[in-house]
């Protein structure tokens, strides 16, 4: 079992910056990769970035390259995605999930947490 939960979203002027937090517990090997993904009403959920807690590998979507930053604290048991320059069409409720494998694909990914909604006003 692995439990997930983010928090640290809110209401954001367009230009500004935000910083969500995932805390994650449980069976470490079933979590080695933990993604954050968002969805959008209407929409399909979309992968944002993800990070291989073991060595630190990160991917990020192109919609974000460049304003977002995937990282853990030291203990690997909280995950931040640092967003910066945020647009409108970031709004989204934001998820993290874990999967075993470094991956993209929201299929591999096992366990999954509330969500924490963003809002960007422009």
């Known amino acids: 079992q692995v439990q997930l939960v983010e928090s640290g979203g809110g209401l954001v002027q367009a230009g500004g910056s935000l910083r969500l937090s995932c805390s994650v517990s449980?069976?470490?090997?079933?979590?080695?990769?933990v993604g954050w993904f968002r969805q959008a009403p209407g929409k399909e959920r979309e992968f944002v970035a993800a990070?291989?807690?073991?060595?630190?590998?990160?991917q990020y979507t192109d919609a974000v390259k460049g304003r977002v930053r995937v990282s853990t604290d030291i203990a690997k048991t909280t995950v931040y995605l640092q967003m910066n320059s945020l647009k409108p069409e970031d709004t989204a409720v934001y998820y993290c999930?874990?999967?075993?494998?470094?991956?993209?694909?929201?299929?591999?990914?096992?366990?999954w947490g509330q969500g924490t909604q963003l809002t960007v006003s422009s």
């Open positions: 990070v291989r807690r073991s060595n630190g590998w990160t």
């Open positions: 999930a874990s999967a075993r494998r470094f991956t993209t694909l929201t299929r591999d990914y096992d366990y």
């Open positions: 449980g069976r470490a090997d079933s979590a080695n990769t």
